[in-house]
């Protein structure tokens, strides 16, 4: 048995449709209309889903253009990464297990996360799918893998969010129920990152030799520690002995958000408020299907740069800029709004 990673996963890539009025603006549609602007561009080189809920399927069918095939599933909010399964493979039979955990709304940030918390095993009951349930909170994004024996995890999210579990017993479990061989774990989370910490917004495979890493510049907040990181994955070797090669990407500084572009926001006291804390834009939030990587964009000057250290470190790979402002301004961005499926599912 074997964690997949991201470009393992062949089938089409799934997204879930935001449509809350407590967290995302104006009931998420200037989202919406990022999300189809992220299927447009990918379309050409990758199938999509859209998750759709049941409540809104008819709304969303009204502006999804007619090539995004919708699936009707139920859902509180659409950080499909962390609701959704992680997927094993056995080595020999090639059979798919899908693994499902317990969910918290990243440690309580909204009370009513009933359907987030089943969500993953009713996919893969869409998907015809095994599924295993594991009695831990893990969130898809606070992992990564290189797909062949190594993942590395965040232990701020994770350790807090299992209080009961030592770091060796979290490691054993991984390797375990996962078919993981090592586990290497980040202990630095960014104060503006709402999950408590997450891989996905610091580092993240891009193939099974390549990691990619966030780094401020020189005079940049938190420095030292993404300095740390960075000599921790120099560190690193994988299952075969081999050095990792690393990419660094800029990590911009909190965006600070402009109150007058939450105003429709429904205020909730349940609900982790909108428009008052610093914006986190990390794009280690990329997404990679096949031979191309969508990268998300904050109309801001590293931007540029860090599209251009990707494409000049892999340029056997279609790198691709997504404008992904509006995700962040709910927490999130590409990796957190998408989920990676399995070639050959059918989904019914």
């Known amino acids: 048995m074997m964690l997949l990673a991201d470009w393992q996963l062949t089938g089409p890539l799934l997204t879930l449709w935001p449509f809350r009025n407590d967290v995302w603006r104006e009931h998420g549609q200037p ?17 999509l889903w859209f998750g759709i809920h049941p409540t809104q399927l008819e709304a969303a069918q009204r502006v999804l253009p007619d090539y995004i095939p919708c699936l009707p599933i139920a ?35 909204y009370p009513d996360f009933r359907d987030d918390q089943l969500f993953a095993e009713a996919f893969a009951q869409r998907c015809h799918v095994s599924f295993k349930y594991h009695a831990m909170v893990l969130e898809g994004g606070a992992i990564t ?13 994770i350790l807090r969010n299992n209080s009961r579990w030592s770091r060796p017993e979290l490691t054993h479990f991984f390797t375990e ?23 996905d917004n610091q580092i993240q495979f891009l193939t099974a030799d390549t990691l990619v890493l966030s780094m401020p510049r020189p005079d940049g907040l938190y420095v030292e520690h993404y300095q740390a990181q960075l000599e921790r994955a120099r560190s690193w070797r994988n299952c075969a002995g081999q050095s990792y090669r690393i ?6 500084e909190p965006i600070q958000p402009v109150a ?4 429709s926001i429904q205020p909730s006291k349940d609900v982790f408020p909108r428009g008052v804390h610093p914006l986190l834009a990390s794009y280690v939030n990329f997404v990679r299907v096949g031979d191309v990587v969508v990268v998300p964009t904050f109309g801001i000057d590293s931007d540029v740069d860090a599209l251009a250290a990707l494409r000049n470190a892999a340029p056997e790979l279609t790198v691709i800029g997504v404008a992904a402002d509006e995700f962040i301004k709910a927490g999130g961005a590409l990796h957190c709004m998408t989920l990676h499926t399995p070639d050959d599912i059918v989904v019914s």
Do not use: C, K, M
């Open 75 to 109: 859902y509180n909010d659409a950080w499909a990464r962390d609701i959704g399964p992680l997927w094993t493979q056995h080595r020999g039979t090639g059979r798919l297990i899908a693994h499902g955990f317990q969910f918290s709304a990243w440690h309580g940030l």
């Open 31 to 47: 989202a919406q209309r990022q999300l189809i602007a992220f299927a447009e561009q990918l379309q050409s080189h990758h199938p």
């Open 260 to 263: 007058a572009e939450y105003v």
């Open 145 to 157: 893998t290189d797909g062949a024996g190594t993942a590395i995890v965040h232990g701020a999210s």
């Open 247 to 252: 990419i660094q990407v800029p990590q911009p």
């Open 177 to 199: 129920q996962l078919g993981l061989q090592q586990v290497f774990w980040l202990d630095f989370a960014h104060p503006a990152d709402e999950t408590g910490g997450h891989v």
